[in-house]
Structure formats: structure tokens, C-alpha cells
């Protein structure tokens, strides 16, 4: 088989999957009222990504093949899905101008937070105990389950962060301590993986070759079980920290944006000093 | 200085018969301005001392296969010039800085902690005595600053060189440690109203976001350091790969605080830039805003590269692949800084002052190293120039061309106002084309060397065509660069006397440190002027055109916290960070199976459990405590604190038991990795519940005397915060180590 070939043919027709998909697009269409804004636009982009992750040929590697591919689903899901469908929710304005201890729910927020952040976190560790990984490969059921609260756990975990009522959001530079704690906790789990000399998922040390596809994962793509467990890793110590890296960034940037001037700072000609020239601008 | 003011400083001043007795008053100053000034000349001490090791080391270098200096002693040169430079001097130089600074620019009469502001410097010449006088005990460590195993094991390193430089460093990253707490305090709690965290000049904004650099970084090279020191004196092999041990988790600890290094190193010199650019090009900074995200990023990426140091090592593809992306991230928000100077240079009206001068040679120095380092990025490029002159070249345009000439241009921006007279432009013009010349001279040419294959750290070369030339080159450049500090030396010496009278304000600057006199009075200010955007005193000058306020017109953010919080909240954070390298050294070594004294065999796992369930009720009970202090109750407080006490040294005594048995069964610290890890981990948090013990005996003794009676409790809310560190850290050591037979 060759890549191209098993490009094409490992798509899954997941009837629930696609169901999913739909219903979630519907809903928002109905309760939109067939208006959308522009932040419609993540939502689509939310739920393309969630059947992508689940559908497409990703999912045949994540299961029973690749670690580093289940890997990749579980950051997609705990990490993109959610913060990606939380942002294509319209933004519900909160009346008045009122500071921001006196918005509506302020008192809980810093404890609903921490909450959010323990699902976030525990989602990731949780399901990288050996145990727990293998049963999640080996039984559908706990598979299923797994896929759920990953989403779940997702959603809580950025619902402090890009919540559609902003009564639910952390202020800006909370909100970085937040995403910086939980980066550093997904970073100290993907270097415990990636170091790691024993297998964390020891179904995918020794692969059942359903598909026949294991002499190109293994010879032409170069993913020996040893390099896939180091993939795995990687991913979570890497491109998981640049998500909430990229939160981070946004976080900032809002904290500036709602205290920009007005205007921006215009060039302030000179304060002059004695014997210099003027300049015009 | 108004006469109220005078009997103010007089009454506040810490020192007896005021602030200015002589030697003795700077001893024990606890005034930051003064701190500043001696961590400066302390720095400026062993620039010197640093340069004449990089020139003798030049010497030897200057014609192939010369015999000035024997490999051994080239070896110590190479090391005590780069533990030098980067412990004793780039790093106190930018905290020196920033403690004369940050309070000046925030508006603030001292630092949050005055008097850890004092050790923190005293840390400074006291650790840089332990490194220097391993010269007198044995000859200076010859290892490098980078100290790699085994190399650095008692039998390849058998002097004691190495022992004084990990002693030396220890100290220097506590001092550098509490210096950043202090910052960070500093900066949070003591901004005069209206200084809101968006208001905040770049400088400090620099200097808070590095000290967080500092704060968790610092603590990896000092785990990786307290290993090694184990190692060397109780025969352990943390490091020593023939007894199981693993150099390369050396290298990842010391890289992994490396890196971040290089941005603290860097960091704060972009804070003086992003202040000397504007000012002299009379326009407010481009993209304030983006300036400040990029500081961030820098800060957050750099934890995520340390690798790229390490390509050479062979750590795998995949590893290889991840990190080179990483490395070549952080080019971005780097680049997006000097656009940012670039463009408020754009169309600015230039005054070229020696500052605006060595600013200006600071942003295309600093490219080029950008720009080489970028291909460092690249795999096979760094196996192929990692080991020669090409990385030499590197990183001293970053640091030298980059840092110190960032350095440069705040000495001759900021002196006036710390001396009140300015230094001679005249002197000051032929310095900045010395340094320019001599440092480019200097260190271009090593791009080539390196590309031509000549092996850095060694103390000579073959004659082979053109390599003698160039580092003939070389060696002149270097000492036209150790000219250009000696007229920088006679500059100061010289303006100090004769130099011409600054005033309050000579360059017209816009920040707060500028509304006071020169040299400041010991309060700093009288009257702190009104804040409403980021150039206060523009808008003072120019009531008819201020700048718009930044963030309305609101006197104060959501960052008005108590000092005393911040800082032991920032001390459990590089706590943290410290106990996450032990822990993780734990998982490391004990993931895989060896011979010899096993958990399973050696540890009580439930008999434990019980001691844990004590410590977590003594976290329960000092939470009791401080709720009866807050209602008044001190004699429940003092009995609640007591039982608090009681826990933990109930605690203490199953750990000594516990040892106590492992002892007996002939296991020893040296035994296997297992014990050396086991002893190491729980000996250090043992430490801790001591230390903490420690400090409830005096808030015991404290409430005895009655202080806490006028309800400022925060010592109170500290300690208590520490005492549940103390337990949270157990509880992780505890799943750890024993869990796992429990289940």
C-alpha cells in the first residue's frame, strides 16, 4: 500500500460522527436564525476539525497503530475542538458598565476557573495513565467515553478563557497565569513521555496488523514504535504548549485592546531643546 | 532638596547619623539607589577581571601553535572567563540596573524589600570570592561555564575548582533569585497612582517579565547543580554514565535553565533600548503594545528550545525536528522588536548622542547574532559549526555586541542622573568607534575561522593558510575593544570630577526617573508628577498636547496586592520549579529497573501514609490558626500553632525512622540511583518542613511578644502559605515515590 492509496481509502464513514456533526451545524443554524456573523466561521472551522479527528485517517492510526495519532486526537480534541466551537458562540453583552468585580457571577469565577483548570489538566493525565490508555484502545465503550469527556473536559477548561458571556471569562491576566500553569503541566507530561523508556500505551508496542498497512508505517514513514512513542510526546510537550501559547498571546491582546486610547499615540514633535531645530511633522 | 524633605530622609534612614557615614554607610546601606551603585562598580570589577582573562587567552591565540599558555590553564581561562562574564557581571550588571531604576521609574521611594535587597547584592562579591579563589586552592575549575559530565565528575575534574564553582554558583542563583523576587514585589505593589501595569515604562516592563525568567529558571541549574555537588562528596553518580548515571540529563537540566539564560541576559537590554531609542529620536516607541506581547512570547518560548543546544548529542529525529521549529519561532517576536526600534527611529529627529550611538550599533549587532543564531536552527548546520569559532562568533554578537553595547548606552544615558553630572561626549565619541571597531574586528573574523573548522575551547591551532592571519586580526581587535573600557574607566573617573552639571532632566526624557533631581534625594521624590499615559513628563511639558491616557483614567488596575504575598508567592514558584527538577530526576532514573536496593523492599509504604496524613492535618490546623489570629483569639492561635508544630515534627520523626531503618539495612546515599534519588528528593523536603518548623517557632515567639495584636498579620498569611508548600509538595513526593506499593 502506498501512502497515497491509504490517504484515500482510510476514511471512515462514522455514522455517529457525522450525525454529530450535523445536528451541531442545525442547532446553531436554529438558534441563530439562519443569521450568522463572522464568528460562525470557528464554529464551522470547530466542527470540521472534530470530524477530521475522528473520520479521517487519523483515526484508523490512533487505533491500534500510532500512539503519536491517538496522541494528536486527544490534543484536537481537549484542546482545538473546544476552544475553536466556544469562540463561534455568540458573544452575550452584559448591561452597563459596571467594573469588572460587579459583573454578574464574578464571586464564583475564580472557582469555577480552577475547576475548568483540574478537568483540563486531569483530562490529559488521567488518560495517559498506562492502564486507562490501553483500556481506552482495547474496549469501544471506554473509547467512546473517552472521546466525550475529552470534549467535555475541553470545553470546561476554555470556558474561563473564550466563554461566550464575558460574566464567565477571567480577566486577561489571570487568564495567562491559567493558560501558563496548564502549559507547563502539558509540558511536564509530554516530557515524561517522551523520555519515558517503558511504553505508555503498550497496545502500540506490538501492533495487530488489521489493515496491512504496518510495513509502510513502520519501513517508509520511519515510525517504529520507539520514534512513535517519542512523536507522542513531543506533540504534547510542543505544539500543545503553542496553543496555549497562542491563548496567551490573545489574552494580551485583549488586556491591551480594552485599555487602548482612543486614538492611537500620535508622533509628539520634540520637546526642544535649547539650540535644536524644530522639526515639522 | 526642601528642608521637610531633608527631616524626612534623616528620619527614615536606616543607618545611624544618616545616610551618608562613610564607608560604613554604604556597607549597610539598605537604600536601592546605593545598592544599584555598588552592584554596578562590583560588576564593573570583574568586567575587568573578565577581560583580561578573554585577552590573555587572545594572546595565546594569536599565532598557531604558541605555548603562552599551557591547555590546562587555557582551559581555566575559557571557563572562569565565561562564568565570569555571565554570572558576575551580565547578570548583576542588568539587576543593578534595574534596582537603581525600576523604583525611579515606578515612582516608588525604595524597593518592596529594602533589606533582601541588601543580601541579594552582599550574595553577589561574596559568591564571586568563592569562584575566584579556587585560583588560590588547587587551580580554577577548567571545565567550562557549561561544567558537562562526566567531565566534571571527581575523576576527570579531581581539583577542587569545580566544587568552588558550584558553591559560587549556588549563592550568585540565590542572590539573583531574591533580586527578582524583590523586582517582581517591587513592581506590583509599589507603582505611584496612576502607574497602571499598561503605563509601565518598557524597561520595566522587561525587567518584571524577566524576572519571572529568572525566578523559574535559575532553580534548574541550581537542582542540576546541588546533584553534581552531591556526586563529587558523597560518591553518588547522578552524572556518571559507566555507573548508570546519564550525562546528557546534565546537559538537559543545564540547558533547560541555560536558554531562558540567554534571554535574561538579553531581556532587560532590550528594556534600555526600547527607553535610549525613543528619547533620542524624539517620538514615542512604535508599537508600545507589540513590544511588550514579543517580551512575553520571548519569555514563554524560551523554555521550549533548550534543545537546539544539544543537537550534537544525537537525540533523535523527532526531537531534532520539534525543537529546530521551536528555535526558529523565536525569531519571530525577536524580529518584531527590531522592527519596532527600527520604525521609531523612521522619520525620527536622530540626536546622535554616544547613547543614541551604541544604541544604534546595539540593533545591527544585535541582527547579525539574530541572524547567525537562526542557523543554529538548522540541524545539520549546528553539527557542523556547534564545536568552532562560527558559535564563538554567535553569541558574542549577542552578548558583547548586543548586550553590552545595550549596557553601554544605558551607562552614559542614566549616569547623569545617578552622578548628577554627565559624561563627556568628546570621550564618549571616541569610546563608541574604539568599541565598534575593535569588537567587530574582534569577533567577524571568528565567523570564518569557524566556517574553515577551527575547534573552539582549544587552547591552540594548526598553521594551516589564513587561520594565523585571522586570529591575528582577532587578537588586535580585542585589544582595541579592552582599550575602548579603559577610556569608558577614564571617562567616568574624569566626568565625575569636571563633568558638566546635568539638571534634573538633560535629554528631555519622559519617564519618571527624570522628575526628580540628579543625583536623587534619598526619598526619591517629593511629589511624584500625574500619570495618565506613558510619558508622564510629556504631558507635563505639554499641558496643550498631551498624550491620550492609556486605559482610561482610572489611578489604579487590579494589581494592587500585599507585598508580602507577592513575594512568598514568588518564592513557592521557583520553589516549585525546584522541586519539579528533583522529582522529575526521581521519575528519570527510576523508570527503568537496576540492581540493588529496590522501594518495594526498603520503604513502609502505610506506615508513611499515616506520617502524611499528620503533615496534610498540620496544613488544616494553621489554616485554624490564622482564622483565630484574624478573630482575635491569640491564645487559641498560639495552641493551634503549637499542634501545627506538633504534626510536623511528628512528621519529621517518621521520616528519621524511616531512614533510620533504611540505614540499618546497609543502604547509603551511594548505594544505587534509587537510594541517591530517594535520599536526595525526601532529604530536600524534609529540609523544608524543618525550615518551616523554623519560622512557626517564630511566629510563636512573635505572637508571644505580642505583635500581631495591631492585626497586620501578613507574616502570618506568609508562613501559612509556605507551611501548605510544604504539604503539597508531599503529597506529589508521596504518589511518587509511594503509591504506587500501596496499590
Given at each position: 500500500?502506498?501512502?497515497?492509496?491509504?490517504?484515500t481509502?482510510?476514511?471512515?464513514?462514522?455514522?455517529?460522527?457525522?450525525?454529530?456533526?450535523?445536528?451541531?451545524?442545525?442547532?446553531?443554524?436554529?438558534?441563530?436564525?439562519?443569521?450568522?456573523?463572522?464568528?460562525?466561521?470557528?464554529?464551522?472551522?470547530?466542527?470540521?476539525?472534530?470530524?477530521?479527528?475522528?473520520?479521517?485517517?487519523?483515526?484508523?492510526?490512533?487505533?491500534?497503530?500510532?500512539?503519536?495519532?491517538?496522541?494528536?486526537?486527544?490534543?484536537?480534541?481537549?484542546?482545538?475542538?473546544?476552544?475553536?466551537?466556544?469562540?463561534?458562540?455568540?458573544?452575550?453583552?452584559?448591561?452597563?458598565?459596571?467594573?469588572?468585580?460587579?459583573?454578574?457571577?464574578?464571586?464564583?469565577?475564580?472557582?469555577?476557573?480552577?475547576?475548568?483548570?483540574?478537568?483540563?489538566?486531569?483530562?490529559?493525565?488521567?488518560?495517559?495513565?498506562?492502564?486507562?490508555?490501553?483500556?481506552?484502545?482495547?474496549?469501544?465503550?471506554?473509547?467512546?467515553?473517552?472521546?466525550?469527556s475529552?470534549?467535555?473536559?475541553?470545553?470546561?477548561?476554555?470556558?474561563?478563557?473564550?466563554g461566550?458571556?464575558?460574566?464567565?471569562?477571567?480577566?486577561?491576566?489571570?487568564?495567562?497565569?491559567?493558560?501558563?500553569?496548564?502549559?507547563?503541566?502539558?509540558?511536564?507530561?509530554?516530557?515524561?513521555?517522551?523520555?519515558?523508556?517503558?511504553?505508555?500505551?503498550?497496545?502500540?508496542?506490538?501492533?495487530?496488523?488489521r489493515?496491512?498497512?504496518?510495513?509502510?508505517?513502520?519501513?517508509?514513514?520511519?515510525?517504529?514504535?520507539?520514534?512513535?512513542?517519542?512523536?507522542?510526546?513531543l506533540?504534547?510537550?510542543?505544539?500543545?504548549?503553542?496553543?496555549?501559547?497562542?491563548?496567551?498571546?490573545?489574552?494580551?491582546?485583549?488586556?491591551?485592546?480594552?485599555?487602548?486610547?482612543?486614538?492611537?499615540?500620535?508622533?509628539?514633535?520634540?520637546?526642544?531643546?535649547?539650540?535644536?531645530?524644530?522639526?515639522?511633522? | 532638596?526642601?528642608?521637610?524633605?531633608?527631616?524626612?530622609?534623616?528620619?527614615?534612614?536606616?543607618?545611624?547619623?544618616?545616610?551618608?557615614?562613610?564607608?560604613?554607610?554604604?556597607?549597610?546601606?539598605?537604600?536601592?539607589?546605593?545598592?544599584?551603585?555598588?552592584?554596578?562598580?562590583?560588576?564593573?570589577?570583574?568586567?575587568?577581571?573578565?577581560?583580561?582573562?578573554?585577552?590573555?587567552?587572545?594572546?595565546?591565540?594569536?599565532?598557531?601553535?604558541?605555548?603562552?599558555?599551557?591547555?590546562?590553564?587555557?582551559?581555566?581561562?575559557?571557563?572562569?572567563h565565561?562564568?565570569?562574564?555571565?554570572?558576575?557581571?551580565?547578570?548583576?550588571?542588568?539587576?543593578?540596573?534595574?534596582?537603581?531604576?525600576?523604583?525611579?521609574?515606578?515612582?516608588a521611594?525604595?524597593?518592596?524589600?529594602?533589606?533582601?535587597?541588601?543580601?541579594?547584592?552582599?550574595?553577589?562579591?561574596?559568591?564571586?570570592?568563592?569562584?575566584?579563589?579556587?585560583?588560590?586552592?588547587?587551580?580554577?575549575?577548567?571545565?567550562?561555564?557549561?561544567?558537562?559530565?562526566?567531565?566534571?565528575?571527581?575523576?576527570?575534574?579531581?581539583?577542587?575548582?569545580?566544587?568552588?564553582?558550584?558553591?559560587?554558583?549556588?549563592?550568585?542563583?540565590?542572590?539573583?533569585?531574591?533580586?527578582?523576587?524583590?523586582?517582581?514585589?517591587?513592581?506590583?505593589?509599589?507603582?505611584?497612582?496612576?502607574?497602571?501595569?499598561?503605563?509601565?515604562?518598557?524597561?520595566?516592563?522587561?525587567?518584571?517579565?524577566?524576572?519571572?525568567?529568572?525566578?523559574?529558571?535559575?532553580?534548574?541549574?541550581?537542582?542540576?547543580?546541588?546533584?553534581?555537588f552531591?556526586?563529587?562528596?558523597?560518591?553518588?553518580?547522578?552524572?556518571?554514565?559507566?555507573?548508570?548515571?546519564?550525562?546528557?540529563?546534565?546537559?538537559?537540566?543545564?540547558?533547560?535553565?541555560?536558554?531562558?539564560?540567554?534571554?535574561?541576559?538579553?531581556?532587560?537590554?532590550?528594556?534600555?533600548?526600547?527607553?535610549?531609542?525613543?528619547?533620542?529620536?524624539?517620538?514615542?516607541?512604535?508599537?508600545?503594545?507589540?513590544?511588550?506581547?514579543?517580551?512575553?512570547?520571548?519569555?514563554?518560548?524560551?523554555?521550549?528550545?533548550?534543545?537546539?543546544?544539544?543537537?550534537?548529542?544525537?537525540?533523535?529525529?523527532?526531537?531534532?525536528?520539534?525543537?529546530?521549529?521551536?528555535?526558529?519561532?523565536?525569531?519571530?517576536?525577536?524580529?518584531?522588536?527590531?522592527?519596532?526600534?527600527?520604525?521609531?527611529?523612521?522619520?525620527?529627529?536622530?540626536?546622535?548622542?554616544?547613547?543614541?550611538?551604541?544604541?544604534?550599533?546595539?540593533?545591527?549587532?544585535?541582527?547579525?547574532?539574530?541572524?547567525?543564531?537562526?542557523?543554529?536552527?538548522?540541524?545539520?548546520?549546528?553539527?557542523?559549526?556547534?564545536g568552532?569559532?562560527?558559535?564563538?562568533?554567535?553569541?558574542?554578537?549577542?552578548?558583547?555586541?548586543?548586550?553590552?553595547?545595550?549596557?553601554?548606552?544605558?551607562?552614559?544615558?542614566?549616569?547623569?542622573?545617578?552622578?548628577?553630572?554627565?559624561?563627556?561626549?568628546?570621550?564618549?565619541?571616541?569610546?563608541?568607534?574604539?568599541a565598534?571597531?575593535?569588537?567587530?574586528?574582534?569577533?567577524?573574523?571568528?565567523?570564518?575561522?569557524?566556517?574553515?573548522?577551527?575547534?573552539?575551547?582549544?587552547?591552540?591551532?594548526?598553521?594551516?593558510?589564513?587561520?594565523?592571519?585571522?586570529?591575528?586580526?582577532?587578537?588586535?581587535?580585542?585589544?582595541?575593544?579592552?582599550?575602548?573600557?579603559?577610556?569608558?574607566?577614564?571617562?567616568?573617573?574624569?566626568?565625575?570630577?569636571?563633568?558638566?552639571?546635568?539638571?534634573?532632566?538633560?535629554?528631555?526624557?519622559?519617564?519618571?526617573?527624570?522628575?526628580?533631581?540628579?543625583?536623587?534625594?534619598?526619598q526619591?521624590?517629593?511629589?511624584?508628577?500625574?500619570?495618565?499615559?506613558?510619558?508622564?513628563?510629556?504631558?507635563?511639558?505639554?499641558?496643550?498636547?498631551?498624550?491620550?491616557?492609556?486605559?482610561?483614567?482610572?489611578?489604579?488596575?487590579?494589581?494592587?496586592?500585599?507585598?508580602?504575598?507577592?513575594?512568598?508567592?514568588?518564592?513557592?514558584?521557583?520553589?516549585?520549579?525546584?522541586?519539579?527538577?528533583?522529582?522529575?530526576?526521581?521519575?528519570?532514573?527510576?523508570?527503568?529497573?537496576?540492581?540493588?536496593p529496590?522501594?518495594?523492599?526498603?520503604?513502609?509504604?502505610?506506615?508513611?501514609?499515616?506520617?502524611?496524613?499528620?503533615?496534610?492535618?498540620?496544613?488544616?490546623?494553621?489554616?485554624?490558626?490564622?482564622?483565630?489570629?484574624?478573630?482575635?483569639?491569640t491564645?487559641?492561635?498560639?495552641?493551634?500553632?503549637?499542634?501545627t508544630?506538633?504534626?510536623?515534627?511528628?512528621?519529621?520523626?517518621?521520616?528519621?525512622?524511616e531512614?533510620?531503618?533504611?540505614?540499618?539495612?546497609?543502604?547509603?546515599?551511594?548505594?544505587?540511583?534509587?537510594a541517591?534519588?530517594?535520599?536526595?528528593?525526601?532529604?530536600?523536603?524534609?529540609?523544608?518542613?524543618?525550615?518551616?518548623l523554623?519560622?512557626?517557632?517564630?511566629?510563636?515567639?512573635?505572637?508571644g511578644?505580642?505583635?500581631?495584636?495591631s492585626?497586620?498579620?501578613?507574616?502570618?498569611?506568609?508562613?501559612?502559605?509556605?507551611?501548605?508548600?510544604?504539604?503539597?509538595?508531599?503529597?506529589?513526593?508521596?504518589?511518587?515515590?509511594?503509591l504506587?506499593?500501596?496499590?
Open positions: 500500500m502506498t501512502t497515497a492509496h491509504f490517504l481509502t482510510a476514511w471512515q464513514w462514522n455514522p455517529r460522527v457525522i450525525a454529530a456533526s450535523i445536528t451541531t451545524l442545525v442547532l446553531y443554524g436554529i438558534w441563530q436564525r439562519g443569521r450568522f456573523s463572522g464568528r460562525a466561521g470557528w464554529l464551522l472551522a470547530g466542527v470540521l476539525l472534530f470530524y477530521l479527528t475522528l473520520a479521517s485517517p487519523i483515526d484508523t492510526l490512533a487505533d491500534g497503530y500510532l500512539f503519536s495519532a491517538h496522541m494528536l486526537q486527544h490534543l484536537l480534541l481537549l484542546l482545538l475542538v473546544p476552544a475553536l466551537m466556544l469562540l463561534g458562540l455568540p458573544a452575550t453583552p452584559v448591561a452597563g458598565s459596571q467594573s469588572v468585580s460587579q459583573r454578574p457571577g464574578a464571586k464564583g469565577r475564580p472557582r469555577r476557573a480552577l475547576a475548568g483548570w483540574w478537568l483540563g489538566m486531569g483530562g490529559m493525565w488521567l488518560w495517559h495513565a498506562p492502564a486507562l490508555c490501553d483500556a481506552a484502545v482495547a474496549n469501544v465503550w471506554v473509547h467512546r467515553l473517552q472521546y466525550v475529552l470534549l467535555g473536559m475541553g470545553f470546561a477548561f476554555w470556558r474561563p478563557i473564550v461566550p458571556r464575558r460574566g464567565q471569562r477571567l480577566p486577561p491576566l489571570a487568564g495567562i497565569i491559567y493558560l501558563f500553569s496548564a502549559c507547563l503541566g502539558c509540558t511536564v507530561l509530554g516530557i515524561i513521555i517522551t523520555f519515558a523508556p517503558v511504553e505508555i500505551c503498550s497496545i502500540y508496542r506490538h501492533p495487530v496488523d489493515l496491512g498497512i504496518l510495513p509502510l508505517l513502520q519501513n517508509q514513514w520511519g515510525l517504529t514504535p520507539a520514534y512513535d512513542q517519542q512523536l507522542g510526546g506533540l504534547m510537550w510542543v505544539p500543545a504548549c503553542l496553543v496555549y501559547f497562542t491563548g496567551i498571546l490573545a489574552l494580551f491582546a485583549r488586556w491591551h485592546r480594552e485599555a487602548d486610547p482612543p486614538a492611537p499615540v500620535r508622533d509628539s514633535p520634540l520637546t526642544t531643546a535649547p539650540g535644536e531645530k524644530t522639526h515639522a511633522w | 532638596m526642601s528642608a521637610t524633605a531633608q527631616a524626612v530622609s534623616r528620619e527614615e534612614s536606616p543607618l545611624p547619623g544618616g545616610a551618608g557615614s562613610g564607608l560604613y554607610g554604604w556597607v549597610a546601606t539598605v537604600d536601592h539607589k546605593r545598592i544599584g551603585i555598588l552592584y554596578l562598580l562590583t560588576t564593573l570589577v570583574f568586567f575587568v577581571l573578565g577581560g583580561v582573562e578573554a585577552l590573555l587567552m587572545r594572546i595565546q591565540l594569536v599565532r598557531p601553535n604558541n605555548t603562552f599558555l599551557s591547555p590546562d590553564a587555557f582551559g581555566q581561562m575559557f571557563t572562569m565565561g562564568t565570569t562574564m555571565i554570572f558576575l557581571v551580565v547578570m548583576p550588571v542588568l539587576i543593578g540596573l534595574a534596582n537603581y531604576l525600576v523604583p525611579l521609574m515606578i515612582g521611594r525604595d524597593m518592596a524589600f529594602p533589606r533582601l535587597n541588601a543580601l541579594s547584592f552582599w550574595l553577589l562579591p561574596c559568591g564571586g570570592f568563592l569562584l575566584h579563589y579556587s585560583l588560590l586552592a588547587g587551580g580554577a575549575p577548567a571545565v567550562g561555564w557549561f561544567s558537562y559530565a562526566p567531565l566534571s565528575e571527581t575523576p576527570y575534574a579531581s581539583t577542587s575548582g569545580v566544587d568552588y564553582w558550584t558553591l559560587s554558583l549556588l549563592i550568585l542563583g540565590i542572590g539573583s533569585v531574591a533580586a527578582s523576587i524583590n523586582l517582581i514585589a517591587t513592581i506590583l505593589t509599589r507603582r505611584a497612582p496612576g502607574l497602571t501595569m499598561q503605563r509601565l515604562p518598557l524597561f520595566v516592563w522587561m525587567v518584571f517579565v524577566n524576572s519571572f525568567l529568572v525566578i523559574l529558571a535559575l532553580p534548574a541549574l541550581n537542582s542540576a547543580i546541588v546533584m553534581l552531591i556526586d563529587r562528596h558523597l560518591g553518588t553518580h547522578f552524572f556518571a554514565p559507566a555507573q548508570g548515571g546519564s550525562a546528557v540529563l546534565w546537559q538537559h537540566f543545564f540547558w533547560a535553565f541555560g536558554h531562558p539564560e540567554v534571554y535574561i541576559m538579553a531581556l532587560p537590554a532590550f528594556g534600555i533600548i526600547s527607553e535610549v531609542v525613543p528619547v533620542f529620536a524624539r517620538r514615542p516607541i512604535f508599537g508600545y503594545e507589540f513590544v511588550a506581547a514579543s517580551t512575553v512570547a520571548i519569555a514563554l518560548l524560551s523554555f521550549g528550545v533548550w534543545a537546539h543546544h544539544m543537537f550534537a548529542v544525537g537525540l533523535g529525529h523527532p526531537m531534532d525536528l520539534f525543537f529546530s521549529a521551536t528555535s526558529m519561532l523565536i525569531a519571530v517576536p525577536t524580529g518584531v522588536k527590531v522592527f519596532a526600534w527600527s520604525a521609531t527611529l523612521w522619520g525620527g529627529a536622530i540626536r546622535l548622542t554616544t547613547a543614541m550611538l551604541f544604541a544604534v550599533a546595539f540593533l545591527i549587532q544585535f541582527t547579525i547574532g539574530g541572524l547567525s543564531g537562526i542557523t543554529f536552527a538548522v540541524v545539520p548546520i549546528d553539527w557542523q559549526v556547534t568552532t569559532y562560527y558559535l564563538v562568533a554567535h553569541f558574542h554578537y549577542v552578548l558583547f555586541g548586543g548586550t553590552f553595547f545595550a549596557v553601554f548606552a544605558g551607562i552614559y544615558y542614566w549616569f547623569p542622573k545617578i552622578t548628577g553630572r554627565l559624561l563627556s561626549e568628546r570621550l564618549g565619541k571616541v569610546n563608541f568607534w574604539m565598534l571597531i575593535g569588537f567587530n574586528t574582534a569577533f567577524f573574523v571568528q565567523h570564518f575561522l569557524g566556517l574553515m573548522g577551527m575547534a573552539r575551547r582549544v587552547y591552540t591551532y594548526p598553521d594551516l593558510p589564513g587561520w594565523g592571519l585571522l586570529n591575528l586580526i582577532s587578537t588586535v581587535g580585542a585589544f582595541l575593544l579592552g582599550a575602548a573600557v579603559l577610556v569608558l574607566l577614564w571617562n567616568i573617573v574624569v566626568s565625575l570630577r569636571h563633568g558638566r552639571l546635568a539638571g534634573d532632566n538633560p535629554w528631555q526624557a519622559w519617564t519618571l526617573e527624570w522628575a526628580t533631581t540628579s543625583p536623587p534625594p534619598a526619591n521624590f517629593d511629589r511624584v508628577p500625574p500619570i495618565r499615559s506613558r510619558r508622564p513628563l510629556w504631558d507635563l511639558a505639554h499641558p496643550e498636547n498631551p498624550d491620550p491616557p492609556v486605559g482610561g483614567r482610572a489611578a489604579r488596575d487590579g494589581f494592587v496586592v500585599e507585598k508580602n504575598r507577592v513575594g512568598m508567592v514568588s518564592f513557592l514558584i521557583t520553589e516549585s520549579a525546584f522541586f519539579l527538577m528533583l522529582i522529575l530526576a526521581y521519575l528519570y532514573y527510576n523508570s527503568h529497573g537496576m540492581s540493588g529496590a522501594p518495594e523492599s526498603l520503604l513502609n509504604a502505610q506506615r508513611t501514609g499515616l506520617y502524611t496524613l499528620c503533615l496534610l492535618a498540620s496544613s488544616l490546623t494553621v489554616w485554624l490558626a490564622e482564622q483565630q489570629l484574624r478573630a482575635g483569639k491564645v487559641a492561635f498560639r495552641w493551634l500553632l503549637g499542634l508544630m506538633g504534626l510536623g515534627g511528628v512528621f519529621l520523626f517518621g521520616q528519621g525512622r531512614y533510620f531503618r533504611i540505614f540499618h539495612a546497609g543502604v547509603l546515599v551511594n548505594s544505587n540511583l534509587f541517591t534519588t530517594f535520599f536526595t528528593l525526601t532529604g530536600f523536603h524534609g529540609l523544608h518542613v524543618g525550615v518551616g523554623v519560622a512557626l517557632l517564630i511566629l510563636m515567639g512573635l505572637a511578644a505580642g505583635d500581631f495584636k492585626g497586620r498579620i501578613e507574616a502570618v498569611r506568609s508562613i501559612g502559605l509556605y507551611w501548605h508548600f510544604v504539604d503539597a509538595v508531599w503529597l506529589v513526593v508521596f504518589s511518587v515515590i509511594y504506587k506499593l500501596l496499590l
